[in-house]
């Protein structure tokens, strides 16, 4: 009998060089900057590693089979000798799809394993990664250890979680139990979600002996996307790159601290005294983009949507240093203007000393290292200029 999913016109799809049959799985054609992303660092791969042997690439929760086949089409052209592809989904009911849609890649391999089975295998036969794509449904914690563990030397994890409410300050217990993190309500919620994340792998990778660069990090509000290269070793003070992130919720007042040198909070910019900090964390403070990595990545060959080029612009623009991010809606309100030019005020916190950036994570946010009273001067300053 012949599987229909393999033959329905309506399941078939085609994306960069790649042309597939979508079978009936869950499946979202919006991703595809996610997608994009997992193929360049398979490509940035390729293109610097020259040791003889052949790279190591896993699609862990591969569903049709999408990531894999876009690897072996156009990232893998970049390698020095063809890479060894492993493609495998937790759904027995798959495999025939997983094997129909890469059968054009040369030596992919199809499996039906759990997740936790197959790195279980791996860590156990000494099998190691240069690429594993973790992209499933929920938070993936449980797993970053085993995928850390199977992960070669300056291998790359690339890493989804769809846990929305834990991380944002919705559900503190969950964010206590799945990140070992407490996490409060804040107005840039996503970019705290992926500092979250990061926090999570860091300790993770810590506890091996390794250290991790984060490559890149962003999200769409439901998906928490990054990519960290795991290093032989820590980098230099890493550790300090660990810490809490408190907001006063009276005033909006920030502050930061590494755990490593915590100390007594100072006061907030409350008048009378009234406010207090909301302290989420432990996080990760550091950077959150490669932004020469991303330079790179811009400039290749491969097939990229439109939106992922937007999103690359966008990363590229914003480090995520320093930590603080403030959204200028907020601003505006505080501060008793009516409209706040995102632009404007970038160039004018340059203009006074400051660091500042438009967030590549979030719209309408702005990441500067100027406290609260000083933000609020600026506004009311460019308010003035403007009328």
Known sequence: MVDTALTHPDLHYREGEAELMLGSGFFREDS?????????????????????????????MAGCGIRALRWGLEASQACCHPPRIAVNDADGDRLPLLQHNLSRVAGACCSNRSAEQLLSHAHATGQFYDLIDLDGFGQPGALIQPALQTLAFNGILVLASTDGRSPTGHDRVGAV???????????????????????????QAWMLGRGVQPLLSFSDGRTFRLAIRLTRTLQNQQETFLGLLARCEACGAQVSQPLLRLRDWPSCHCPTGEGHWLISGPLWLGPLQDLALLAELRGSP???????RRLLDRLRADSGEPVTVWSTAEL????GTDTLPLQSLVMALRHAGHQASSSGV??????????????????????????
């Open 32 to 60: 595809r900057p996610a997608r994009d992303c997992s193929v360049l660092l398979a490509w940035h791969q390729a293109t610097v590693t020259k040791r003889m042997e052949p790279l190591h690439w896993l699609d862990l």
């Open 177 to 203: 139990r799945r990140f070992g993190s407490a996490a409060r309500a804040h107005p840039s919620s996503w970019e705290v979600a992926l500092r979250q994340q990061l926090g999570l792998v860091a300790r």
């Open 362 to 387: 979030m719209p309408g946010q702005v990441r500067t290292d100027a406290n609260l009273p000083e933000l609020l001067q600026t506004c009311a300053r460019l308010q003035g200029e403007g009328s």
């Open 302 to 308: 491969v097939p990229l949507a439109q939106a992922t």
């Open 332 to 335: 505006a309100r505080r501060s």
